[in-house]
């Protein structure tokens, strides 16, 4: 069982390899409780609401939620971008908290992150928004071993230069990050949640 965030197809893909079968991931959060099921044995795999969970779409496209977990009889809208599935599910999209404008034009800071780790030089990494003069885009990564003695090599002003030059040719100029991090690993709670307050004071410097 997994209920840390939506797994990785690849993550869920190497848990059958060693384990024999997909992992049983459960959708929620601590204001709505547990919303969800899915195993990634196709791709895409629609999440399945749990018994007595109703689930909508805002015409912002938002899920929305009718529980018995909820403190509420009414409708919780949460921040998922979602649409209907044609098998009754529904396919989750990008957290609509972390869609933001920069200079008017929209950035999608999940978009931004998978650019980053699609890199064989980052293991992972996370995008946040930053106020400096004007607002940009700043990144924490995790290099991986080739990104590390490329890093070395070369140096943090050219490494960074390479990376940006890259993420230019697939981004828009206002998405590709600014600033840049680099961390051993990315700081997370007991059940794998990004600790976004630790990440925004790697920038104070």
């Keep these: 069982f997994s209920s840390g965030g939506p797994l ?30 899915r195993q990634q044995i196709i791709e895409p795999a629609s999440w399945r609401p749990l ?28 921040s998922d971008a979602a649409t209907a599935a044609a098998d009754g599910g ?28 699609q890199h064989g030089v ?3 990494a996370v995008a946040v928004v930053l106020q400096r003069q004007r607002q940009c885009v ?12 490329q890093y ?3 140096g943090h002003a050219n490494f960074v230069r390479n990376l ?15 600033v840049f991090r680099i961390v051993k690993e990315l700081p997370r709670n007991s059940q794998g949640k990004l600790l976004y307050n630790e990440i925004m004071r790697l920038f104070d410097s």
């Design 51 to 78: 018994p007595d969970v109703e689930v909508d779409f805002t015409t912002d496209s938002a899920l929305a939620v009718r529980s018995p977990f909820l403190q509420s009889s009414g409708w919780e809208v949460t």
């Design 164 to 178: 940006r030059t890259k993420l230019g040719l697939r981004l828009a100029a206002t998405a590709v990050p600014k």
């Design 152 to 154: 070395e090599q070369t």
């Design 90 to 117: 529904f396919l989750l999209g990008d957290r609509l908290d972390r869609i933001i404008k920069i200079e008017g034009k929209r950035v999608a800071l999940p978009q931004v992150e998978l650019c980053l780790r």
């Design 138 to 149: 700043g990144a924490v990564l995790v290099l991986s071993a080739q990104g590390q003695k």
């Design 122 to 124: 980052i293991a992972d």
């Design 8 to 37: 990785q197809r690849a993550s869920a893909r190497e848990i059958f390899e060693k384990a024999g079968d997909y992992p049983l991931e459960i959708f929620g959060s601590s204001e709505t409780g547990a919303i969800a099921w």
